[in-house]
């Protein structure tokens, strides 16, 4: 009996033991599952950026990276059951524990990836100057494929990294802080906070004056920066503390203080654009019109290159007649951002004040040359007088005629004089093979094509093509039951700058009278389809009134399990992709604001009575904005 008595005793210990085992492992899961928990997230944004961020080909969801007031344990964070420590280039382990109380920033990034390979060197600066202060580190996350790419790569670095073989802990760190674009820098303050998630941004828009990258220091930046803007002279823009100077095309150094009082032009440009590479001669034109006339004589242009490689930058700016700043100057960023870029080309203007006369008048020159010459208020009022004029004597003769290009032609190279088309709807339908959007628009375009022609003869669609070569253009155009521009035709410039198309694919809806009847009729057609036609004021009001009345049975809120997170708003969106069927949507949307999310009525009330009342769906292909931009 005594036996079986211990042996009772100590069963009973062992299982009391496990018990509170799993209970301390419950607490521990309970309170830690959110640091690492992950979440599926899906956007519409899946392509390549502008020049600044390689994002993966899969959706992708706005997020926020949120600590709620507790640090991130750093050696937890970067260490794995097998391994305490990171690498440097030559070998050397360094305990995680080293971190410590130092500002670290994690930077997600590969040597494959363009963007990654720019921001690099710039990171490499921020950090020999900052690392000497000894609270800064930067540990790099690799997307390389292979342990060579990484292993290269991390020689050009002289930070930290996890090793390649690491692959479970990349991953995680990846998935925590919801890593779907590269370069991307996560930025920890010295009690692990997450500082910013916009590191990349940071550093490219601040350099080492962002450290110690605290919101606080942004913010003082930023209000630095628009006091400067109320205060702008022509100094504060072009002056830095290492250069008062520009250059020549010979190479000669140029005192910035020899413009001062005269009107001068910011050319942003990029000598491998190819928006650039047509408008630099029109804008040297005009210059040496401007000089040799005398008209121009307090007119100056200063070129703000961003090309990426020395060798480009010379060769654009061997051919022109201006100054400039000298290549990678670091003002170059700043001025990007003082300025607000948004596309190539632009000139900015300065007046003899200092002050910023007007963001952008690259369009101006483009259709009035000299004529738009002093891009004054009053100058600009004139122009648009003239402008208006032109539009309200438009005939689609106007448009599409052209010394002796009086035709369009049919698939099989007939020629159809304009003229025959006089009277008639027409669209312009600026499009390409090379398009993903433009191809998957096409089959409901030809459905509204086919449906309108069926109700009314009197209308035409006009294919004017971006494609690369002819014979890209005759298979595309083979699709299509329409007409179109010659390949290559000089037209196709004049059309796309009157009517200001950025983007394609586009559709301009003409009317019988040769006016201008929409520059929306691409959004129009794939929201209605055939209901769209005739696209005049009067029927678009109409078409207005109906979607007003279609969400009226709709609820305001809606709870989704495809979005936990947060409620979804109903809200009206121009134009969207829905992150649940992945088709483009019109007008109305069940949005999150903060995640920025999108779903669609007929996705966000599925099972629900009000679903009755759903739009109809649409073909399409989102693609950066619904678009395949000009590069």
Not at 107 to 131: D, H, M, N, Q
Not at 224 to 243: F, G, P
Not at 376 to 388: T, V, Y
């Amino acid at each position: 009996m005594a036996w079986q008595v211990v042996v009772s005793r100590r069963f009973l210990v062992f299982l009391l033991n496990q018990v509170f085992s799993f209970f301390i492992f419950f607490i521990f899961y309970f309170f830690n599952k959110k640091k690492y928990q992950t979440q599926n997230s899906t956007n519409k944004k899946s392509t390549i950026k502008g020049i600044g961020t390689y994002y993966r080909a899969q959706p992708r969801k706005k997020t926020r990276i949120m600590d709620n007031g507790v640090g991130h344990d750093l050696s937890q964070l970067l260490s794995s059951e097998e391994r305490d420590f990171l690498i440097r280039k030559n070998g050397d382990e360094v305990k995680v524990s080293s971190l410590a109380g130092k500002i670290v920033g994690l930077y997600f990034s590969a040597s494959w990836c363009g963007p990654c390979r720019r921001f690099t060197p710039k990171l490499i600066e921020l950090y020999e100057e900052v690392a000497s202060k000894g609270n800064f580190e930067v540990v790099f996350i690799s997307s390389d494929r292979d342990d060579e790419s990484f292993k290269n790569y991390l020689s050009e670095m002289p930070w930290l990294a996890i090793p390649f073989s690491d692959l479970d802990t990349r991953k995680r760190l990846k998935e925590l802080f919801k890593v779907r674009g590269i370069p991307n820098l996560v930025i920890f303050d010295e009690n692990g906070h997450v500082s910013t998630e916009k590191g990349t941004r940071i550093v490219t828009e601040y350099g080492v004056d962002a450290y110690p990258f605290t919101p606080e220091r942004i913010n003082f930046l930023k209000e630095q920066e628009e006091a400067a803007k109320q205060n702008q002279t022509l100094s504060s823009i072009l002056v830095s503390s290492s250069r008062d100077y520009l250059i020549s095309n010979d190479g000669k150094q140029v005192p910035v203080s020899e413009l001062e009082g005269k009107l001068v032009g910011l050319y942003f440009s990029m000598n491998s654009h190819g928006g650039c590479i047509e408008f630099t001669p029109k804008l040297v034109e005009a210059y040496k019109k401007l000089k040799e006339t005398g008209q121009g004589q307090d007119f100056e242009i200063v070129l703000i290159s961003l090309d990426h490689k020395d060798e480009q930058f010379k060769e654009g700016f061997e051919k022109m007649p201006w100054l400039a700043l000298p290549f990678n100057d670091k003002s170059i960023e700043r001025l990007v951002r003082y300025f607000e870029l948004q596309n190539l080309p632009t000139l900015v203007i300065i007046g003899p004040d200092g002050k910023t006369l007007n963001p952008d008048v690259s369009e101006l020159i483009e259709e009035h040359g000299v004529g738009a010459y002093p891009f004054s208020p009053e100058k600009l009022a004139e122009l648009a007088e003239i402008e208006k004029a032109k539009l309200e004597a438009q005939t689609l003769e106007s448009l599409l005629v052209f010394e002796d290009k009086d035709y369009v032609i049919e698939k099989n190279g007939s020629k159809v004089p304009v003229s025959e088309l006089v009277g008639k709807t027409i669209l312009l339908y600026f499009s390409a093979h090379w398009c993903p959007p433009c191809r998957a628009f096409l089959p409901k375009l030809i459905t509204t094509y086919h449906d309108i022609k069926a109700k009314d003869k009197a209308f035409e669609v006009i294919f004017i093509s971006s494609d690369r070569d002819q014979s890209a253009f005759d298979e595309f155009f083979s699709s299509m039951p329409w007409l179109a521009l010659p390949f290559g035709d000089v037209r196709k410039k004049s059309l796309q700058r009157t009517f200001k198309v950025q983007g394609i694919p586009a559709a301009i809806a003409i009317g019988p009278s040769g006016r201008t009847l929409t520059s929306n009729a691409r959004k129009l057609i794939g929201a209605y389809g055939e209901d769209a036609y005739p696209f005049t004021e009067e029927h678009l009001k109409h078409l207005e009134k109906k979607v007003e009345e279609m969400a009226k049975g709709w609820p305001e809120k809606v709870k989704h399990e495809s979005h936990v997170e947060h409620e979804l708003v109903l809200t009206r969106r121009p134009a969207y992709g829905c992150n649940g069927c992945r088709e483009p949507g019109y007008d109305w949307s069940f949005y999150c604001k903060e995640c920025d999310f999108d779903l669609h009525p007929k996705c966000a009330l599925k099972n629900n009575e009000e679903a009755k009342n759903e739009p109809k769906a649409n073909d399409g292909y989102v693609c950066d904005g619904y678009v395949c931009r000009k590069a």
